[in-house]
């Protein structure tokens, strides 16, 4: 289940480490307005944060439990994952190149310790919800190694922004935010092509028949193949790029036409075209 873990380590390791930077900027903000007082309070929002990200991936886990049609739950729980991933990158194609003055603006108009550890719990938390709705396709499939993912991502990621605040070492923000929002766009196009083959899978067992539930492609690779899509090389290019050995039409379609729209998104909000 190679897929599953570093599915869930790349998700996890880039919100946790926007988070972190997030934290990092709030800080450092703080200190420099005199106001290390409040920075108790904005760990406070980061420690509750965590707690609700927490319960709200063991939700996810429970309902899938209960949820008679597997097909569609995990279809259901992919294209949730693509809406919260559509709205990361239309949200950072708009506002990643300002973020850090943003956060300063505000932080600067904040006066309350309860404004600080609100301000920091909405910020964590959306990257904690976020990453569970996200890694809730590779949770129901394979439970261990999605944690053992969210783990593997979370530690470096943690690491490198308490590197970059001690340090006081500079990144650019705009080329960060521009490199994960296009690697989020091949993250979703993956999980839109999976929630469609699940949804073809249903069909097929429902009694469905048509062009579109018929293979576009099949490379007849064995099981095993490195280059299957359970086998080494073609689990990390699924998940880099939504890379897959056999595909239906209907899942060729829908994701190369969302890879296509994900990326001008991006690269018209970062004006490179």
Do not use: C
């Not at 990092?24 to 409040?38: C, F, M, Q």
């Not at 999980?191 to 097929?204: C, D, I, N, R, T």
């Not at 050995?245 to 829908?254: F, T």
């Amino acid at each position: 289940m190679a897929e599953e873990l570093l599915g869930s380590a790349l998700v996890t390791f880039r919100e946790a480490l926007e988070a972190g930077l997030i934290v990092a900027i709030t800080v450092i903000t703080l200190k420099k307005l005199s106001r290390e007082n409040l920075i108790k309070w904005a760990v406070l929002g980061v420690a509750v944060s965590v707690v609700l990200g927490i319960l709200t991936g063991l939700l996810v886990w429970i309902s899938y439990g209960m949820f008679p049609e597997k097909e569609l739950f995990e279809a259901f729980s992919a294209f949730i994952a693509v809406a919260v991933l559509t709205t990361v990158i239309y949200w950072m194609a708009r506002k990643g190149p300002q973020l850090s003055a943003e956060i300063k603006e505000k932080l600067g108009l904040i006066g309350s310790a309860t404004g600080v550890a609100l301000f920091i719990f909405i910020i964590v938390f959306r990257e904690a919800l976020e990453t569970v709705l996200i890694n809730a396709t590779y949770l129901i499939r394979a439970p261990a190694e999605t944690l053992a993912g969210v783990i593997v991502g979370s530690l470096p990621a943690i690491g490198l922004a308490a590197l970059i605040y001690y340090a006081g070492v500079r990144l650019n923000l705009r080329k960060f935010f521009l490199i994960t929002s296009m690697l989020l766009v091949f993250i979703a196009s993956g999980l839109v092509g999976y929630g469609v083959h699940e949804l073809v899978e249903w069909a097929e067992e429902s009694g469905l028949s048509g062009i579109v539930l018929e293979k576009a492609y099949d490379l007849g690779l064995p099981e095993g193949h490195i280059m299957s899509s359970e086998g080494v090389v073609g689990s990390i290019l699924s998940v880099l790029v939504g890379y897959s050995d056999s595909m239906e039409w209907a899942r060729v379609l829908a994701q190369f036409l969302y890879l296509a729209l994900g990326l001008l998104v991006v690269l018209r909000g970062y004006r490179y075209i």
